[in-house]
């Protein structure tokens, strides 16, 4: 399948490279836009990595300063012993440090690393959450899930070329477009002793076991974007979760996308996105 003339457009953006050295760690992130322009954090999900965002950050970097980063444990940052939320909400800080009112994007996994931020790092402009929910402990099946990643090596593959063609996003029940599949398929994949692998670290799964305790109302602007299949969100998990997002938190679904909405509906989350900043 061809690329549609929007993402090679994307793609085409100037991006810029770097780390940041966290508690003994380089985290690595791709910034669109120019420095000294507002900043927009952009924060992944479990086992996803900087690139998940390539097509989407620079339609967000008009008049702002776009930064993704791989938090650790992912994509090309460094790996730690242990990893939890709390942790890698440090690590979103220290990318942040010294800008004003910043505001944040964070999916799924990522948006559990937001809620820790925003009470951790005082100043921030607001969060748009996309599919994320808050509701203590996960379920029995995604416990047994996790723990079953998180005990053994990534699967490996003979050939780069098998690796990325198998790459399939974590807990995705549809196919992506193929030019998306393969994009980033080619920056999750690295080699390994034997053969080709993915970059994230089974460990992080281990973080995700344990219950995500709040301490209380986000304390910045919000906004949560639903998924209208196959979200994580589910009618349970969003009565749970207005009692954590502000009283005026909006609220909006994008029915035709899955849980991974920039891969899904990547057009319409730009639109919900610039509606949604531009409003903080």
Known sequence: MTA???????????????AVRVDGVDIAYRAWGRIGDPVVALVHGAAANAHWWD????????????????????????RRPRYSYALWAREVAALLDGCEKPLVVAHSMGGRVAYHLAHTCPGLGGIAFIDTGFAGMPGPAARAVFADIASRPGRAYATREEAVAAFRPFGSAEPIAAYLQRHIGEHSVKPVPYGWSWKFDPEIFHALMFPHTVSGVVPVPAALLRAGR????TEEVLTATRLVLPSAAAYEAIELSGHHVMLDAPLELVAWLRKTLASW
Do not use: N
Request: charged share 20%.
């Open 230 to 233: 196959d979200s994580v969100v």
């Open 4 to 18: 549609p003339e929007w993402f090679r457009t994307a793609l085409e953006v100037p991006v810029e490279t770097g």
């Open 55 to 78: 097509h989407v950050g620079p339609s967000l970097a008009q008049g702002r300063r776009v930064v993704a980063l791989s938090l650790s444990g992912h994509g090309d940052s460094g």
